[in-house]
């Protein structure tokens, strides 16, 4: 007989992992997007995460982390996305320190490969950014990449700017994150109804539901040593003139969707 294991204490407070729910089809007035984040302190490492009707995408907000993800290990560092498979089995761990992990999930048929879009990379890889007045954005998972539904990438606003013209989709729901600065956005299906004017912050987020506008109003307040970029084209990953970040995840939904019959 094997000799008795030491007893480990659990305060109440403790909360080395843990997810936080933020938006679902069940809150909102979307009909595919739920998202959310993992949270991590010290360190810490979660059980078996998974999902099994729907692929996921990873988003490292905060500090780093480790996914474990169909035999594989994938660090995750700031800005880094992962999409997780449908019905896939993952873990997260993390050596010390804080993190927080976003997720955002969508109904799929089908389990594609896992994909990691490493942020050090692809912020240098002028394939992956489109440059449009007054902000970047830069495509961490486009439609490129195997997936049923989902697209995700992050919006780099300079100072002062507006979304312009509005724009609205006839085949997309979306949920606009803001991760860092600060700012107001506007969602409504036309000027005589806008009705929905909000400021946004860091951890803020915004649910699009299909045919709505939704312009971003960026602010003035500056960022520092966020892995962004410089005044020489988006080169220096450590310092960056005052922009606003914000992650958009968006579920296409093709003509044929049963949301149109």
């Known amino acids: 007989m ?3 294991k030491p007893a480990t204490y659990v305060p109440a407070d403790a909360a080395a992992f ?21 949270e991590l302190a010290g360190e810490a490492a979660s059980g078996t995460l ?10 490292c907000w905060q500090g780093q982390a480790t996914a474990r993800l169909g035999g594989a290990r994938y660090p995750l560092q700031r800005y880094d996305v992962l999409y997780v498979p449908r019905g896939a089995a993952y873990q997260l761990a993390q050596d010390g320190g804080d993190s927080k992990i976003i997720i955002c999930r969508a109904p ?3 389990a594609h490969p896992a994909f ?23 495509l961490m998972f486009d439609v490129s990449e195997s997936a049923d539904k989902l697209i995700a990438g992050f919006t780099l606003f300079q100072p002062f ?3 312009w013209p509005p724009h609205n989709h006839t085949d997309q729901e979306e949920i606009y994150i803001f991760t860092k600065g600060r700012g107001s956005m506007e969602v409504y299906a036309g000027e005589e109804t806008k009705s929905f004017v909000r400021s946004v912050s860091s951890g803020d987020a915004v649910t699009i539901p299909i045919l709505n506008y939704h312009p971003v109003f960026s602010q003035e307040e500056p960022l520092l040593a966020g892995p962004i970029g410089s005044e020489s084209g988006l080169r220096n990953p450590f310092f960056t ?5 914000k992650l ?5 939904m093709p003509p044929t969707a049963p949301h149109f019959a």
């Open 2 to 4: 094997s000799a008795p």
């Open 18 to 38: 843990r997810y936080v729910e933020k938006s679902s089809p069940q809150t909102s007035h979307l009909q595919f997007l739920t998202c959310g984040w993992y």
């Open 50 to 59: 998974a999902h099994p009707a729907e692929e996921a995408l990873l988003f």
């Open 108 to 110: 799929a048929e089908k």
């Open 116 to 138: 990691h879009a490493k942020w050090d990379e692809f912020s240098r890889d002028e394939r992956r950014i489109r440059h449009l007045k007054g902000k970047d954005v830069f």
């Open 161 to 163: 700017q507006r979304s």
């Open 241 to 245: 003139p005052p922009v606003s970040l």
């Open 248 to 252: 958009y995840v968006t579920f296409w």
